[in-house]
């Protein structure tokens, strides 16, 4: 499948820049939804909704969000539909003190807010719920009674514009609730140029090439600015002109594709993310060293498992590696809620990388 990676050096790329991967960095335009989504989350109102059909970027519009306001937020790629898994997406975050521990005390749903408002003490969390529009009557009240509940968190629920219909025939409770609608279509002409050459540049190639500006007129027109449908579109002209061997994409090439497919792409497992709110600089400096190797290691790596993290950094004086990696984990864990570093979970698997304030703090170190 990827034999024909090299090919792409032509221009300088190092890979395929058309590939429907979610980047909250090449996120580009939508500036008017951008400042109401950030204006509802500034101050601080419960909840909003953003709706929009499939490919008009709701989930990269969801991750972007995640990267770029100071204040912790937890995204679920899906809501859960079983009040365990529910429950279990805060509990996996923030964990049990010793005395819930001796206690066996475990939240249920009808709890759920009491432990949540003990562990986030009144800061704000922004809740980012994707795909929205998968759910049911029940699991939108779960989600209505939490966020009534919560003492200070923002809900932001995206889904396809079914959501919003099923919200008001089913839930008007809800429906009354939300106080910032957003509907993302489509990007403007220029926005599309720049989607298309922040990709490029993302590979290491310059600006628009090989694409002429007459075909970026004409992108625009076949797919209507309609993000997942350029990028397809796009890495079907890449692949067609180096077949053809062609050094540009022009018009006339366009004019061979006619016909424009679409295939889904879906996640397979839900994913849950945790992006804390960012530590002070002080905090940072402070850190004990067996804190600072494991982000030292994350600074060059990114994305990594506590079992890796073990492995790489040969770390002795533990009975076991299972000792070790459980160790690692619980560092790993009170690192998340200080907000040195993030954690993407998908199903049973823990991955953590840097936050992106502190990755900074060691580009610049
Ligand atoms: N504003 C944008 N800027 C840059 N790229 C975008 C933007 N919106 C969408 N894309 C790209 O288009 C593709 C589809 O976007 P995304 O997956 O976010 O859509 P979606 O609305 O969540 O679709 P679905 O309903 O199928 O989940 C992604 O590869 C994404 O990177
Ligand atoms: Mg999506």
Request: proline share 4%.
């Amino acid at each position: 499948m990827n034999n024909m990676d090299s090919d792409f050096t032509k221009w300088g790329w190092k890979e395929n820049p058309f590939v429907l991967k979610i980047d909250p960095k090449l996120f580009v335009g939508y500036n008017e939804q951008v400042n109401a989504v950030l204006n509802h989350i500034k101050n601080k109102h419960r909840v909003a909704l953003i709706t929009g059909r499939t490919g008009a970027g709701k989930s990269t519009f969801l991750k972007w969000l995640e990267t770029n306001y100071d204040t912790s937020k937890l995204y679920v790629s899906k809501p859960p539909e079983k009040s365990e898994d529910f429950v279990r997406v805060f509990t996996d975050i923030f964990g049990f003190s010793i005395w819930e521990r001796i206690l066996r005390k475990r939240p249920s749903l009808y709890n759920l807010h009491e432990y949540i408002n003990k562990k986030i003490k009144g800061e704000h969390l922004v809740f980012l719920v994707d795909e929205a529009h998968e759910t049911n009557k029940e699991v939108l009240e779960w989600l209505r009674v939490l966020t009534d509940q919560i003492d200070n968190v923002s809900l932001v629920m995206a889904g396809m514009p079914v959501l919003e219909d099923n919200i008001k025939k089913e839930l008007e409770t809800l429906d009354q609730r939300i106080t910032t609608r957003i509907n993302l279509i489509s990007l403007e002409k220029h926005e599309i140029k720049e989607l298309i050459k922040k990709r490029i540049e993302d590979v290491g190639g310059k600006g628009i090439e090989p694409f002429t500006e007459e075909a970026l007129e004409k992108i625009y027109e076949r797919t209507g600015g309609f993000p997942r449908e350029v990028l397809k579109f796009c890495n079907r002209l890449i692949n067609s002109a180096l077949e053809k061997n062609l050094n540009v994409v022009d018009e006339k090439l366009i004019e061979e594709h006619k016909e424009i497919k679409l295939p889904k792409v879906r996640l397979e497992e839900p994913v849950v993310t945790f992006m804390p709110k960012p530590p002070t600089d002080e905090q940072f400096r402070d850190l004990p060293l067996k804190q600072k190797m494991i982000l030292e290691l994350l600074s060059n790596k990114d994305w990594l498992t506590p079992r890796a993290i073990v492995e790489d950094l040969e770390l002795r004086g533990y009975k076991t590696k299972g000792h070790a990696i459980r160790s690692i984990n619980n560092i790993l864990k009170r690192l998340m809620l200080d907000g040195y570093v993030q954690r993407e979970a998908r199903g049973k698997a823990f991955m953590y990388a840097l936050t992106p304030k502190v990755k900074t703090l060691f580009v610049e170190s």
